[in-house]
């Protein structure tokens, strides 16, 4: 496609669950990032990632958050132990290593109920 | 570390007015600045962004904004909204050296009124 995509465009999920949130950036864009949006605020920085590593992961808010990007493309980002406080919108964005445009995708709602 | 602060959280505005979406930022470092748009169901789209040189930068959709150091601003402006300008509205920052590791404002809700 086009843009970024993210899946599920809508996820709920039981306290204390495992969730899996997917990212595929556009194709080309060695840097990948994560944000989450609550509900009411701007975005979050969560987790920057050039290729394969996390070159900046000082945004997860704890270690139930964990994200990976195996082969520099596609991304999953990880939440063990799911809390009601996680309930946000979650938010990938990709660009070109060298480029100050990032392209957002319409992010993962996710509810923790 | 950077932040940033819209002072309004709402602006409603009629039809043909002019609007201006403020924003201050604080950072020990050179920063570029940004604004983006969410519409209803979308994703975030960059409306304009200042790197360096001329302080009035224009964006898309006939947006402009003016950076001021010494106030340490970047305020949004349109002469003349539509209906279709409904949305929120983000200013971000970033250092110069992090990409777009963006530290974003807590958003102004735009409401145009017919």
């Known amino acids: 496609g086009a843009g970024v995509s993210q899946t599920p465009s809508n996820k709920v999920t039981e306290k204390g669950k495992y969730v899996e949130l997917r990212c595929d950036p556009i194709s080309g864009h060695t840097a990948l990032y994560w944000y989450r949006q609550s509900l009411g605020q701007g975005p979050e920085f969560l987790i920057y990632?050039?290729?394969?590593?996390?070159?900046?992961d000082s945004g997860l808010p704890n270690d139930r958050f964990f994200a990976v990007r195996p082969e520099g493309s596609v991304s999953t980002l990880k939440i063990q132990r799911t809390e009601r406080g996680d309930s946000a919108v979650y938010l990938c964005?990709?660009?070109?290593?060298?480029?100050?445009?990032?392209?957002f995708g319409q992010g993962t709602r996710l509810t923790v109920v | 570390a950077q932040s940033v602060t819209q002072l309004d959280s709402q602006v409603p505005v009629f039809e043909e007015a002019p609007v201006e979406l403020r924003c201050n930022y604080s950072s020990s470092v050179s920063v570029y600045l940004f604004w983006y748009v969410q519409y209803p169901n979308q994703g975030l789209q960059l409306l304009l962004k200042y790197l360096s040189g001329s302080t009035l930068v224009k964006g898309i959709n006939g947006f402009e904004a003016e950076f001021n150091k010494s106030q340490t601003s970047f305020h949004l402006r349109k002469p003349s909204v539509h209906i279709s300008d409904t949305a929120e509205y983000f200013c971000a920052v970033t250092e110069e050296a992090a990409g777009n590791k963006l530290t974003f404002g807590g958003g102004t809700r735009v409401l145009v009124k017919p």
């Open positions: 990632f050039q290729g394969t590593g996390a070159a900046d």
């Open positions: 964005a990709s660009s070109f290593l060298s480029s100050t445009e990032a392209f």
